[in-house]
């Protein structure tokens, strides 16, 4: 018995020093992932020329009809990562990029990337989506409360409406929030470095909130 008590000394901190770290990593990993996409956009000032075409599933001129109705992820082609599958429209801001699943380096120097632990549009929950100050995302400090949003997909254009923006550390984890909660409507985040005619590092991200006014629900299978 005595031995045995012994021995709990020893395997009881460790059990708990386990739970801990296993939980701190299951709260932060989202604010580590949004530090590690705000590297990228610091670190990729300029934007190349590509000689091979991209990896697309998005046609540009093709018409989708019926797009108010409601999807089955069944009826999805969803992208892989480094795939561009759309493209984000900001009238007010002169803004027409290149959608890229992912926000890995080269998606970010292509186009603008959505974080692939955030949902597609459609989807119940938030979409969160990176670009570079220097390049596509260099005037979405002009969009207002109100301004719309247009998300062109594979599957379906959605158009949401700006809400709110505010300007947050990189690494502020009340500023994407919203990305861990799955059940409270269909939103987006749109996100990019700050000052917006800052290059090189920099603290500061911009954050533009929008809601989901039309486009094609994706409901999960049943």
């Not at 901190?13 to 939980?23: A, E, M, N, R």
């Not at 009826?75 to 699943?101: H, N, R």
């Not at 207002?144 to 984890?173: H, M």
Request: glycine share 8%; charged share 25%.
């Amino acid at each position: 018995m005595k031995n045995k008590n012994v021995w709990a000394y020893f395997y009881m901190p460790i059990l708990f020093l386990i739970i801990g770290y296993g939980t701190i990593y299951i709260l932060l990993s989202p604010v580590v992932d949004l530090v590690s996409s705000s590297v990228r956009l610091i670190l990729l000032d300029t934007k190349p020329t590509f000689n091979k075409a991209d990896n697309s599933i998005f046609d540009e001129n093709k018409e989708l009809k019926d797009n108010n109705k409601t999807l089955s992820q069944n009826d999805i082609k969803y992208p892989t990562l480094g795939v561009e599958y759309g493209q984000v429209i900001v009238d007010k801001a002169k803004i027409k990029a290149k959608l890229y699943f992912g926000d890995s380096p080269e998606d970010l120097r292509r186009g603008v990337g959505q974080y692939n632990g955030s949902v597609f549009p459609g989807e119940e929950g938030t979409s969160l989506i990176g670009g570079h100050n220097t390049t596509d995302f260099g005037t979405l400090n002009v969009v207002e409360t109100n301004d719309p949003i247009v998300i062109k997909t594979n599957y379906g254009t959605y158009t949401y409406k700006v809400t709110s923006k505010r300007v947050a550390k990189f690494d502020d984890p009340t500023a994407i929030e919203s990305i861990n909660v799955r059940n409270k409507g269909r939103h987006l985040i749109l996100y990019t470095c700050y000052p917006i005619e800052m290059i090189g590092l920099t603290d500061d991200r911009l954050f533009v909130y929008a809601d989901l006014v039309s486009g094609p629900l994706i409901e999960p299978n049943k």
